[in-house]
C-alpha cells in the first residue's frame, strides 16, 4: 500500500523550527510516517540542510 511519496528537496524551501524525525525509514507497506523507523521524536543530530518534504494521500472509502 503506498500512501505517500518522497518529493526531491527543491520541491519546499528548507524549513526552521523544530525538527521532529530524523532517520525515518519505510518500506512502502506503512500506514502512516509514524509507523516507519526513526529516531526518538524530537530527536536527532542534523540540520535544515537535510529537510525533505512528504506528500501523503488519503484514500477515500467512499460515500457513508
Same mark, same amino acid.
Request: glycine fraction near 16%; proline fraction near 3%; aromatic fraction near 6%.
Given at each position: 500500500m503506498h @500512501? /505517500? #511519496?518522497f518529493l526531491?528537496? @527543491? #520541491?519546499?524551501? =528548507?524549513? $526552521? /523550527?523544530a525538527i521532529?524525525? %530524523?532517520? +525515518? =525509514?519505510?518500506?512502502g507497506v506503512e500506514l502512516t510516517i509514524e509507523n516507519c523507523t526513526?529516531? =526518538?521524536w524530537g530527536k536527532n %543530530?542534523? /540540520?535544515h540542510s537535510e529537510d525533505v518534504g512528504v506528500v501523503c494521500n +488519503?484514500? $477515500?472509502k467512499?460515500?457513508?
Open positions: @500512501n /505517500g #511519496e526531491a528537496r @527543491n #520541491e519546499f524551501r =528548507q524549513g $526552521s /523550527g521532529w524525525l %530524523d532517520d +525515518v =525509514q519505510c518500506t526513526h529516531k =526518538q %543530530d542534523c /540540520g +488519503v484514500k $477515500s467512499g460515500t457513508p
